[in-house]
């Protein structure tokens, strides 16, 4: 029982670590977000952690609910933690816990549904935070910020998994954290430990890479695209300017993939957006793009009013047909399946890929993360 739950452990420190790194670098929080200002205190300080979840999980949120949520004006704009205080016909009004006025009095427009990338998890009305999660992510993304634009994301990545894996891989299997013997020590010398990594640690490394890897092609696109249309009494070329109660149509481009050749859905993201038939989903490969036909539609109301699309990629590493019908259960599901597919052969590879069976009672012996793969067996 112990050992169970000490594997579930370890399961859960890795999954927080890689969502935390991978979610943040894509912008789009995953399992966990942070605070870097005191807007919210004294519900989390700067540099805390909070559990959240997309909304296309836990639903549309509500009066209380913290969010993170993608701001037009505040702050220069960019992701903000902040909490509904109120619903309107025009969206979230929101204001940091710490603050005596509503973003919306400091010139932000109400939050609409598809701006919103997040919503906190509450247990008995309360948020879950982990004090201090996000220091270390503001230190790692402020000294990247000056190579992220020659490197790709999914680089940055799949190296910071790296890293974590090889560090949690300190004991345990084929590599593990080694005490010298009694008559091995040096003269003088306090008893130290040596690192020794093996075979099912590297193929964990690799497999952690390829997941990160596949997970932020999927997950980079999210976030939806917004138009502002201006609903006027006469027409004017382009599609920002249209007359009250008619439409006009744009060209909504979709890249190719990066790693592999993808399919891909663009949806309307709010009322006033049509995706005309045909053009709203495809396969795309790594070196073309495609083109979705928008229609926007202007109220009779004149006035200036925002419309969004949100575009859906997953790398095709299992058939199209299968896509589509996770994409009809959730737009989260393909990813998910998507990891477990990528996970099988690098899991099967680590619990039989062994090393120098160990005593029973040895230091190290039968810990560290690949206790989670089984382990060599006696």
Request: charged letters at 15%.
């Amino acid at each position: 029982m112990r050992a169970t739950a000490e594997r579930l452990v370890e399961a859960l420190v890795i999954l927080f670590a890689i969502t935390l790194l991978a979610g943040q670098l894509v912008g789009q929080p995953i399992l966990l977000g942070y605070v870097e200002t005191g807007s919210m205190e004294p519900t989390l300080e700067p540099g805390d952690g909070f559990v959240s979840l997309p909304p296309e999980v836990v639903g549309s949120p509500s009066s209380g609910d913290v969010i993170v949520y993608r701001a037009e004006q505040i702050n220069g704009g960019g992701l903000t933690t902040h909490r509904v205080i109120s619903e309107t016909d025009r969206g979230y009004v929101t204001q940091g816990d710490a603050n005596p006025f509503t973003d919306q009095s400091a010139g932000e427009p109400p939050v609409r549904e598809p701006q919103v990338v997040a919503v906190g998890v509450r247990v008995a009305d309360t948020l879950v935070t982990i004090p201090e999660l996000g220091t270390a992510a503001v230190a790692i993304r402020s000294a990247g910020d000056g190579l992220q634009q020659r490197i790709p994301t999914h680089v940055w990545i799949g190296a910071g998994v790296a890293g974590l894996v090889i560090l949690l891989a300190s004991g345990g299997g084929s590599g593990r954290l080694e005490r010298p013997s009694l008559g091995d020590r040096p003269p003088g010398h306090d008893s130290g430990r040596r690192l020794s990594v093996g075979p099912r640690e590297i193929i964990l490394v690799c497999g952690m890479v390829v997941l990160a890897t596949a997970t932020a092609s999927a997950l980079a696109p999210f976030g939806p695209t917004e138009y502002q249309v201006v609903s006027a009494e006469a027409d004017l070329p382009g599609p920002s300017v249209i007359a009250a109660g008619e439409t006009e149509t744009t060209t909504y481009r979709v890249p190719g993939g990066t790693v592999f050749p993808v399919q891909y859905y663009v949806e309307p993201a709010s009322d006033g957006v049509q995706v005309l038939n045909g053009t709203g989903s495809g396969r795309i490969q790594l070196t073309d793009s495609a083109n979705a036909t928008i229609r926007l539609s202007a109220p009779p109301e004149t006035g200036a009013y925002r419309r969004y699309v949100q575009e859906y990629r997953y790398p095709l590493v299992m058939p199209a047909p299968v896509i589509n019908t996770l994409y009809q259960f959730s737009p989260l599901a393909p990813v998910l399946v998507l990891d477990a597919i990528l996970a099988i052969p690098f899991l099967l590879a680590a619990r039989f890929v062994g090393g120098r069976p160990q005593i029973r009672g040895a230091p190290g012996a039968g810990s560290g993360p690949s206790r989670l793969f089984g382990g060599p067996r006696r």
